[in-house]
């Protein structure tokens, strides 16, 4: 199947600073991003869809100014924390979509966000 | 608004068949997926379904009946390996998949 990575892997920042996470479509171009968050023992919980060139559409209660979203080529898309506080500690995981077909969501091996 | 349901836990032996069940309540539907993750993991693709009827794959089967809302994810021959979460999600409107609250399934030997 489509690959698709993510970096880092894990993070660990202190309270107030930004965390950039990155996440790549390596063999196939992504017209579509989604960006999930998953605390322990939770399901995934949709934050945003992304698409190339445009403006994220976000999920009622996630805040855009918090929880910024750059999908600036067909091939990666960046969310950005922004002055992260331990309750967004998190697992954070990104898909992306590609032209079609079954499957049509390719996630990423996630990013573990630790907030001191 | 979207709903759907999954037994929170399940457990099962090794060598036996257990079934996971999964009702949905949701704004469009354009197929129902199930994942598998392992803790610290990302989901990983274990079939989908957008008509009614079984699909098998192998020890994993996955049934769906739209006019009832419901699907289930069969495993057939249990391995310790297959100890994880199991998330059914539904996609909807405009491709996006919304996540069950997912089934953390715990094989014995």
């Known amino acids: 199947g489509a690959v698709v990575s993510q970096h880092p892997s894990w993070v660990i920042c202190k309270s107030g600073t930004s965390v950039k996470i990155e996440c790549r479509s390596l063999d196939f171009q992504a017209t579509t991003m989604f960006w999930y968050r998953q605390f322990p023992k939770q399901s995934l919980m949709l934050m945003a869809t992304?698409?190339?060139?445009?403006?994220?559409?976000?999920e009622q209660g996630v805040e855009k100014d918090k929880f910024l979203i750059n999908h600036a080529s067909l091939t990666l898309s960046t969310l950005t924390v922004t002055s992260a506080h331990p309750e967004d500690s998190s697992f954070y995981i990104c898909s992306a979509s590609g032209s079609g077909g079954v499957d049509t969501q390719y996630f990423g091996p996630g990013t573990r966000l630790t907030v001191l | 608004g979207q709903n759907i349901d999954q037994p929170t836990e399940m457990t099962a032996t090794e060598g036996a068949i257990v079934q996971i069940n999964c009702t949905y309540q949701?704004?469009?539907?354009?197929?129902l997926f199930w994942y598998q993750q392992h803790a610290g993991e990302a989901p990983t693709f274990l079939s989908y379904?957008?008509?009614?009827g079984l699909e098998e794959k192998g020890r994993f089967s996955s049934f769906l009946s739209r006019s009832k809302g419901y699907s289930y994810l069969l495993l057939k021959e249990l391995q310790m390996k297959d100890s994880a979460s199991y998330l059914c999600a539904v996609r909807g409107e405009a491709d996006k998949l919304i996540f069950g609250t997912g089934t953390r399934l715990q094989v014995f030997p």
């Open positions: 949701t704004s469009g539907f354009n197929g």
């Open positions: 379904n957008v008509l009614d």
């Open positions: 992304s698409n190339e060139g445009s403006k994220a559409t976000y």
